[in-house]
């Protein structure tokens, strides 16, 4: 059964049988809506041609002096990129193009892509767009400088397979062919190698950088009608797609290339079509929002921050603002956890919530003073907007749990510089300004996260943050540059800029002694221990706790110990959760002896998905065959019925429980000198009893559709 059909059936389900008939004629309802919207946006076109306001570059930036200097591994991405070679998702580099042969995922190949030649007329364009669109694709095309060979923006050019732009994007099927993964030219299509190639140009002007992103925008505006193909799918991909347009563009104006005006005017067009977009598809829903819906109000305030004002502009900007403040508290804990429960998800929001909160900080009085007056009643549906005036600073307890977020990923950072990893990895970023990439390969390590340090060291003036993230520096200009060199004050007290050990004792369970006195009093069927040296002595190692998240951590130069202990994430959701209840982390001497496999792949690969989320590949308690949480719920939910707590957490030791198979089962961790005792057991023999917690062996997944082969 396929992964969407799989969840919408368990959802109906777990509904009370009352709710079941009125989800169905709202759902018979909203497919009615949708038909017809498809019917007239095929019949009247969906580009915007008159009344467009223009594109205004943001001014804080263009005022930043110092501009970063790059080093040679940034100008050689940039080469690739403008030749239209990409490393995404696990692909290795790939020359993408109409026509290319895809290599296939793990056995299924597709032959899709068609061969064209690409006249500069456009008239090749007539069999990739709607009739009604033909001519202002083809006005559009005629606009690309030079010999140009165009993208194929609508393939996954790993599997092969490919949709299609006549396609309206709400009748667009995915998770439906086996290898095939939609993610792919989601990723293409959010253009996040254009700010670099941008500030590559700021550091050495080459015009040939500066044509290649003029063509590149110019070609998937004319080859991706708004609404139409696979990327208008998610409105999380329209968002970060404008908000990096309109970076690029900004920075190739700093550098003093003046835009002509025909394309300036399709710059404020194509940040407009982007933004009415997301206006009317946010990815909004009362009791569920994450990293999606942080997104489209994320790139919406970047998109229409980089507009001319107008009276609708003006409330597009305030919903913006007014659902970062709303989303910052929501979306990250009070220890500075993200809510997702995913380590990766965390850089993500962080990064997205720091640029927001950099730009509104260094955005012109002008600007911000559209949230004293604005017409709300322009914005409709849900959220609603508030009544003006709105104000554009954030609570100071707000502000704070995103100054955290940094700390946070420092720690949850290994000594070999790798982040570990707690849940789903889709190696997603906002910005991607200084890749970290291999020098010979240039292939890019998506678990270094020491750029959000310091781009949230800048923020905060935090130079402990700033040393830490060493040669990471351009995130850091950045947040400087959108700021226009205001910075926020640390709200971290003297002494707290580096979290202080904690200790964490609950009612009667605080004393280590009693739960290992309890332990060897039980019978051998009830427990099972393994010990491990970890090269240093117990207490030489710094503690670290994020209860809120679920992670508690000891850690010192070469030695990481890690125990993941707390909930699903996401309200209860869990769509981004692994089955990873109580499991361990531990590297030794800077290398990994046990550590959490990756996630490797979504819904290309339904099986490979579960396999990555399961128990057996943990270091964690196990039972049998049998999971803490079933899979039936689909590939993207796997609600929390383990109920993980940490009941003693300090320098001698953890102690945890989850109640996933039914009853109370334990993890305890025991410090002793250079040795770590790993042992699991049940108080109660009741049908369960532990077993080895050796994980099964798989490869290892270092980022999304990447898998490394490890002794």
Known sequence: MRPRLNYYLHRLKEMPAQDVASTVVRKTKTLFVNKNKQLTDTLRGTYTLTGNPAFAPFASILDAPNPPKLGEDAHRLCRRYASHSFSLLGSGWVEQRYGMRSRGRAGHTYTMSPDVVADAAGDWLSDHIPASMLGESRRRWRMVKGAYSP??????????????SLTHSRAISFAHKDGADVKV?????????????????????????????RNQIIDFTA?????????WVCTMDVAIRAANIALAATLIEKSGHVWDAPFQTLLGTILYEHAQHIVTHLEWHESLRGNHYLSDVCGLLFTVSALDRTPELDAWFALAVQEIQNELPLQFLSDGGNFEASSAYHRLSSEMLTYCVALLTGLPAERTQALNHYDW??????????????????????????EKAAEFSLHMTRPDGTLWQVGDNDSGRFFNVQPVVDNHTLLENALDHRHLWGAIGTLYGREDLRSAAKGFYIDSWLVGALSGGTFLPSYRAPGRAVAAAYIQHTGQDHDLENWKKQVASLPEDQKITKTYDIGIKANKLDLFAYPDFGVYIWRHKDTFIGMRCGPNGQGDNGGHAHNDHLALELMVAGRPIIQDPGTFIYTALPAERNAYRSVAVHHAPKVGN?????????????????HAGCLYFGDKGFVGRHQGYGQPIYRMLTLSG????????????????????????????????????TD
């Open 151 to 164: 993208i194929d923006w609508q393939l996954d050019f790993i599997s092969g397979y490919r949709w299609s």
């Open 185 to 213: 030219p989601w990723e293409l299509a959010r253009m996040q190698h254009l700010p670099l190639m941008a500030l590559c140009n700021l550091d050495s002007p080459d015009v040939g950088l500066i044509h290649a992103i």
């Open 223 to 231: 080859t991706n009608p708004p609404r139409f193909g696979v990327n």
């Open 377 to 402: 009643r322009i914005v409709k549906g849900s959220p609603a907007l508030r009544h003006a005036p709105l104000s554009a600073a954030f609570a100071n307890d707000h502000l704070e749990r995103l």
């Open 626 to 642: 049998t999971e803490p949480c079933p899979f039936c719920f689909g590939l993207f939910r796997l609600p929390d019925r383990a």
């Open 674 to 709: 250079t040795t770590l005792s790993v042992t699991d057991f049940v108080l109660e023999a009741r049908g369960i009893k532990p077993i080895d917690p050796t994980p099964t062996p798989i490869p290892y997944s270092a980022g999304y559709g990447i898998r490394v082969k």
